[in-house]
């Protein structure tokens, strides 16, 4: 007997699968359908080489001087290393995306409010990176803001229905172009002054404002989300050594590299009062050197560049949605993006940023209790309640805390803060309940 299918569209979307690739989002990655390490490293190193990275060099150059910058840059990424590094390492060894892991660890219902949670944020990054794009092509070349939000939008889209060969396609372009410029930028801008007057750069106006852990913060934040949902991208690697050298290539190098282009222009420019997000920033300095053909690459380069960011965070969010509602996430790609294209051309993404840099403070702890019960607690397998309590618990002792450093302590480091103290939490309790044979699968 024939099988019917579930819905009309379900020989479409089997189609678009046997062309395109299944993405499997329901169950974990086969061996036989793992993908190359250069495919792998090049979807990560074109997440954070990205001009946005650059402005957060800039913004850390502003406000701690550029060689306690530096420091900054250079410790916060080898802590993503670390962090992204681990957690993809295990979703390599099972094959599961961030979902499927968050459903062993919260349980098969509870595990919705993480990935849910997550995949907003994620959502929101797209729309405000999204919104970024048409707002730098808006001002700098005199174009109509909404159609080049559209135009953006639909095109990031396009990539990440393609699915994470996708990722690795606009990798391949980003990448190499992002190093061109980059590195154009920032010779030429330090080329106007002296290595001993870049590095003695003491911030803006000649004040630091920004504490040690507070540039930590910043350098952590700027990817914590998607590094928290790394298991999207490392689950399709082919062993442990793939999954940490494709890691590697994000963080610390293309990370890296993205601050230092926009800290290194910064600095050696010293412009008073910077404003990375609007002209100061390496899109603004291609632009401002005059020269017909470089604008036009510049225009093209930020197109590309943003796309890479926007569709990689829309392939999260797609991905963990599509598993939270039974779906398929090419589906949830479209539905998603055309919400983010919404949200970007109405103009309203820039309220988003604060807003979703504060719930930013909720995500430390998951990675830190994925971690805990991976390495230290060692389950494994699935479980059958719906609700974990303990990881819940956990997860809201780190982010009370991580709230408090926020507002109390803002010297500290409100992401380490929040995820250390949830880790602690998470063994602690486990330790507590351990010998408690009646709770111990619900704990």
Known sequence: MTRKPEHPLADVESEIDHVLGEEYEHRPVP????????????????????????MTGSILVLGMGFSNALAAMIIGN?????????????????????????????????????????????????????????????STYGLNYVAMTIIAGLLYIGITFIGVRGLHLIGLVSVPLFLILGIFVALHSASTTTFDAIWNYAGNNGVATMSMGAGLTVVIALFIDAGTVTADFNRWAQNRTHSLIATFSAFPV????????????????????????????????????????????????LYINLGSVCSHCLYNAATG???????????????????????????????????????????????????????????????????????????????????????????????????????????????????????????
């Open 31 to 54: 061996l036989a359908a793992r993908h190359s390490l250069f495919s792998i490293a090049t979807v990560w190193a074109g997440f954070p080489m990205i001009i946005t990275g650059a």
């Open 78 to 138: 080898l802590i993503m290393f670390a962090y992204v590094g681990a957690l993809g390492v295990s979703a390599t060894k099972s094959g599961m995306n961030f979902a499927l892991i968050a459903s062993n660890v919260f349980g098969t219902r509870g595990y919705a409010l993480a990935s849910g949670l997550l995949s907003t944020l994620l959502l929101g990054w797209y729309a405000v990176q999204t919104g970024i794009t048409g707002a730098l092509i808006s």
């Open 254 to 301: 293309s990370n890296l590299i993205a601050m230092l282009v926009g800290g290194v222009m910064t600095a050696a420019l010293a412009v008073p009062n910077a404003n990375p997000f609007g002209a100061d920033n390496m899109f603004g300095y291609l632009n401002s050197l005059q020269i017909g053909w470089l604008s036009l690459l510049a225009f093209l380069f």
């Open 321 to 443: 949605w599509s598993r939270i509602l039974g779906s398929k996430m090419r589906i949830m790609a479209i539905v998603l993006g055309l919400i983010g294209i919404a949200i970007a051309a109405g103009n309203i993404w820039a309220f988003f940023i604060q807003w979703l840099s504060l719930l930013g403070i909720l995500v430390p702890p998951i990675g830190a209790i994925l971690l805990i019960e991976a390495y230290v607690l060692k389950r494994s397998g699935t479980t059958s309640h719906e609700w974990r309590k303990l990881p819940f618990i956990s997860w809201a002792i780190g982010s009370a805390v991580g709230f408090l450093v926020e507002f109390n302590a803002p010297h500290l480091s409100t992401a380490l803060s929040a995820g250390i103290v949830a880790g602690v939490a998470h063994l602690i309790l486990s330790s507590l309940v351990q010998r408690e044979p009646a709770s111990q699968g619900n704990r």
